[in-house]
Nanobody
Framework: QVQLVESGGGLVQAGASLRLSCVAS????????MGWFRQAPGKEREFVTG????????EYADSVKGRFTISRDNAKNTVYLQMNSLKPEDTAVYYC???????????????????WGQGTQVTVSS
């Protein structure tokens, strides 16, 4: 069982940066691939980025490439999402999710993740 808790959301202006954190419970965090998803009002949840359990593989949605960076610190049971050059269209609830252990498949589908956090709101004003 893995419990995930996100933090770091907030209200910022366009062009600003935020760093989201997701802390996982348990001793097996280092065996799980992690993903970030987001859901805007009236829209479906969408993939943002994913990272392998070693951190050696990352993938990004086209909409965030070059602006967002995912990283993880297995010693701290934490995955991060650094968001730069934020745009109003980035406004959403951001969720972290865990897939595994030792998951090697696609990061893009929410169905591949077994555990989810409660989400943190990110609002970008124009």
């Amino acid at each position: 069982q893995v419990q995930l808790v996100e933090s770091g959301g907030g209200l910022v202006q366009a062009g600003a940066s935020l760093r989201l954190s997701c802390v996982a419970s348990g001793r097996t965090f280092g065996t799980y691939s992690m993903g970030w998803f987001r859901q805007a009002p009236g829209k479906e949840r969408e993939f943002v980025t994913g990272i392998s359990w070693t951190g050696g593989r990352t993938e990004y949605a086209d909409s965030v490439k070059g602006r967002f960076t995912i990283s993880r610190d297995n010693a701290k049971n934490t995955v991060y999402l650094q968001m730069n050059s934020l745009k109003p269209e980035d406004t959403a609830v951001y969720y972290c999710a865990a897939a595994g252990p030792f998951y090697r498949g696609s990061y893009y589908s929410a169905n591949n993740y077994s555990y989810w956090g409660q989400g943190t709101q990110v609002t970008v004003s124009s």
